[in-house]
């Protein structure tokens, strides 16, 4: 939703507004690329290569990684 969204809104902000929505779009994930439920039971597609969930894997890990690298940074010295 976020991502349409910032389709959107892209046209009719000004650059330095289009350069931040560029930049949210290269940093924020894609969770839409993980969502093929349409796409594999309506046959649009047909069973997806093991390469393909292989890079989607390795995509969604490496987000992870980030997400955890960035909350032990920002949580790490407060107390429980």
Do not use: C, N
Request: glycine residues 4%; aromatic residues 18%.
């Amino acid at each position: 939703m976020l991502m349409t969204l910032m389709s959107y809104l892209y046209d009719y902000v000004g650059r330095a507004q289009q350069w931040a929505l560029l930049a949210f779009h290269f940093v924020l994930p894609q969770l839409t690329l993980f969502d093929l439920s349409a796409k594999i039971v309506h046959e649009i597609w047909g069973p997806i290569p093991a390469w393909a969930m292989g890079e989607l894997t390795l995509y969604g890990a490496v987000y992870t990684a980030a997400f955890l690298a960035l909350a032990y940074a920002i949580f790490r010295r407060r107390a429980l």
